[in-house]
C-alpha cells in the first residue's frame, strides 16, 4: 500500500543523494515496487550503471560526430558529485562550471609561463618546465576555487590535464568546457525530475556537508603529551 505520509528519503550516510533520486523518480512515473527498494544496494548500483551510461554514451556520441575531445578523466568525477552529492556545494551548476573553467585558465597559462603551448605531451619524459607548469597550475586552480568560493574538487583533474599537455589547444579547451555544459544540464534534468531541489546555479544556502560527520575538536598537542 502507498503511503502519501511516508517521510521522503534525505541524505543517507553510505549512498548520499541516491536513495532520494530513486524514490523520486519512482514516484514520479508511478513505480511503487522500486519506491519500497530505494535504498536496495543492487537497486543503487543498477541506477548509477544507467546513468553513467547515459552520460559517457552522450559525451561519446557527440564525440564520434564532432572528432572534437568530448571525454576526458575529470569529468568521471563531476559525473559522480552531480547524483552522490546533488545538493552539495561542489554539485552546483556554477562551482561545476566555474571550478572546471579555473583549472581550463590556471592550466593554460602555466603552459604559456613555461612555454609548453607547443610541446608534445609525455608522462614519462617529464621535464623541468613540465614540473613548473603541473605545480603552478594546480596550486593556482585549488587555491583560486577557495579564494572565489567555488570548490569542485574535480577541476584538479581538469587543470592537471591541461598542465600536461593532454589537451592544450584553445579549441580543445573551449570542446572542455561545452562537455561539463553538457553534463551539468544531464545533472539539471536527472535531478529534477526525482524532484530533487537542484540548484539552477549557485549553491542553495540550505547545502548540506557532503563530506561526512562533523569529527571531533582536536585537542592541543601539550594535553595530548601530557
Known amino acids: 500500500m502507498k503511503r502519501d505520509d511516508a517521510p521522503l528519503p534525505g541524505w543517507h550516510p553510505v549512498y548520499g543523494d541516491l536513495p532520494a533520486q530513486v524514490h523520486g523518480l519512482a514516484v514520479r512515473f508511478g513505480l511503487q515496487g522500486l ?13 548509477v550503471l544507467i546513468n553513467s551510461a547515459v552520460s559517457i554514451a552522450i559525451l561519446a556520441g557527440v564525440a564520434a560526430l564532432t572528432r572534437q575531445p568530448f571525454v576526458f578523466p575529470s569529468l568521471g568525477p563531476t559525473a559522480f558529485l552531480l547524483f552522490y552529492a546533488a545538493l552539495g ?22 603552459l604559456v609561463v613555461f612555454g609548453l603551448t607547443t610541446a608534445r605531451p609525455s608522462l614519462t619524459d617529464v621535464t623541468a618546465p613540465r614540473i613548473g607548469a603541473v605545480t603552478v597550475c594546480l596550486c593556482l586552480t585549488l587555491s583560486l576555487m577557495v579564494w ?3 570548490p569542485h574538487a574535480p577541476a584538479g583533474a581538469t ?3 591541461v ?3 593532454l589537451m592544450r589547444t584553445p579549441g580543445q579547451l573551449a570542446v572542455l568546457m561545452i562537455a561539463v555544459v553538457l553534463l551539468i544540464v544531464q545533472g539539471l534534468v536527472i535531478n529534477r525530475l526525482a524532484g530533487q531541489p537542484y540548484p539552477l546555479w549557485a549553491p542553495r544556502k540550505t547545502a548540506r556537508r557532503e563530506d561526512g560527520p562533523v569529527l571531533p575538536r582536536p585537542r592541543p598537542i601539550g594535553i595530548l603529551m601530557a
Open 159 to 161: 587543470t592537471l590535464i
Open 163 to 165: 598542465g600536461l599537455g
Open 148 to 150: 572565489l568560493n567555488v
Open 35 to 47: 519506491q519500497q527498494r530505494h535504498d536496495n544496494r543492487a537497486v543503487l548500483g543498477a541506477y
Open 89 to 110: 556545494a561542489q554539485a552546483a551548476p556554477r562551482n561545476v562550471f566555474c571550478g572546471h573553467l579555473i583549472g581550463v585558465l590556471a592550466g593554460y597559462l602555466a
